[in-house]
């Protein structure tokens, strides 16, 4: 990254410079023969569902209560660590795997991922799924939103035309014909796929693969977004940030003056709540829980808190706004998360995932999620403009700091489709 150019700075020439955020989540499905052989060459025919879309706002709010329900089972499971993930990358991977799922198995995943099969039918929810990436996947917004899937299947593995095809129409996932029976050609493959549509930010998501696996589901989703209102990097400087029981890191820390930015103060819950939103259609909520109240807010996280701190925002004038600029990277192993949620049966002998080659001899042996988050400067604007201060004839405005200098929750959003995209924890920023 090149050093800012040199500025025309005269009393308050504001840099027009883009702190670009940037996060890749990876979810991975690998599928493993139970016994018997391949599968059977069975033929569908081709169901086309019909019925009125799941409304996407109730999908949002369901997929939040399944994001905080994970991000708490992983709270619980990596305690002091910094927590990243994509709730909508996993449900969707989650989603396309229940296409395939019969019985128990498909029971227990819709559930898990808190849908309720009487009131909402199967359909509508792969139809919802469907309508919320047709909305993230919309051209010409000016964050760069990238989600898509693929299948890979063992070439030798029949699998059904109507999964195929729902797989296809439903999530654009397409399948692609892998000779697993070659495993470092097949790793490779993997590895490349997963390099090219995160831009290079996940290098390596399989370090190897089981002698059974006979079909591997990848679900990737991308971010990259300016904030509207950027810090300058020059300004960055060198500060502590508190991670409790009186140690602390050094760490570069952003900051930006006379910021107007939604902001609300969540008394209750000792914590306060800042948005800052990206030029085009989304924005990131950052939660700052008072001193040795992160545990109290984290057991809060549910649906109805986060409308409650989205309805509660309001314009406020922040004196002097402190964010640390960080690069953190996860990698969980899901297979042994899930199953807090109810998921189980997918992974045992007992998987019922007949729907996607007609046959009871698969299973899921490993789910895999690694994310990658930058938060940093990335480049200048070609122009320059000159900042001119407002002040405020009212006297009501009093002077504030807000201070990311301890750990903090981060909730990436698309604001069109009202969807967490990522749910972060910063406990360590230098911790990668």
């Not at 020439?13 to 016994?35: E, F, M, R």
């Not at 792969?126 to 964050?143: A, D, E, T, Y």
């Not at 009212?394 to 750990?407: A, D, E, I, L, Q």
Request: aromatic share 8%; proline share 4%.
């Amino acid at each position: 990254m090149g050093s800012s150019p040199t500025a025309w700075r005269t009393k308050k020439t504001a840099l027009l410079v883009a702190l670009g955020l940037l996060i890749a989540g990876i979810c991975l499905v690998i599928l493993s023969l139970t016994y018997g052989t391949l599968g059977k060459d069975t033929e569908v025919q081709e169901n086309q569902n019909n019925g009125t879309q799941t409304d996407s706002l109730t999908l949002a709010s369901i997929n939040t209560d399944f994001a905080f329900s994970l991000y708490k089972e992983l709270a619980l499971k990596n305690p002091n660590k910094n927590i990243l993930f994509s709730p909508f990358s996993i449900s969707a991977a989650l989603a396309i795997l229940s296409l395939g799922a019969s019985s128990n198995t498909l029971e227990e995943i819709i559930e898990g991922l808190k849908f309720s099969l009487p009131e909402t039918p199967e359909a509508d929810i792969h139809r919802g799924f469907g309508h919320l990436l047709h909305m993230l996947s919309q051209p010409g917004n000016q964050v760069n939103i990238s989600i898509g899937s693929m299948i890979f299947v063992e070439k030798h593995l029949q699998i059904l035309a109507e999964f195929k095809e729902k797989a296809r129409v439903l999530y654009q996932a397409e399948a692609s014909v892998t000779d697993f029976q070659q495993p470092h050609e097949a790793k490779k493959l993997i590895n490349d796929y997963v390099r090219k549509q995160t831009q290079g930010k996940i290098k390596e998501l399989i370090s190897d693969l089981d002698v059974r696996t006979v079909m591997v589901l990848v679900n990737y989703i991308y971010f990259k977004g300016k904030w509207k209102t950027p810090f300058d990097p020059e300004d960055t400087f060198e500060s502590e940030f508190h991670l409790g029981n009186r140690k602390s890191v050094k760490v570069p820390m952003m900051n930006i003056e006379d910021l107007t930015t939604p902001y609300f103060q969540d008394e209750e819950l000792s914590c306060s709540v800042v948005e800052l939103k990206y030029t085009g259609n989304a924005s990131a909520l950052f939660i700052l829980p008072d001193e040795g109240r992160m545990q109290q807010v984290e057991a809060s996280l549910q649906p109805e808190i986060l409308r409650k701190w989205e309805d509660s925002l309001r314009p406020r004038k922040i004196n002097k706004l402190y964010m640390p600029k960080f690069s953190i990277s996860t990698d969980y192993s899901l297979e042994k998360i899930l199953p807090q949620l109810g998921i189980r049966a997918v992974f045992s002998e007992e998987a019922d995932l007949s729907r996607i080659t007609g046959a009871k001899n698969l299973r899921v042996s490993k789910v895999v999620h690694k994310a990658v988050l930058d938060v940093a400067e990335t480049g200048t604007e070609a122009a320059a403009a000159t900042g001119v201060k407002i002040i405020l004839k009212s006297g009501k405005w009093h002077p504030m700091t807000v201070n990311f200098n301890r750990p903090f929750l981060m909730i990436v959003s698309d604001t069109n489709a009202q969807i967490a995209l990522f749910i972060v924890k910063v406990t360590n920023p230098k911790e990668n």
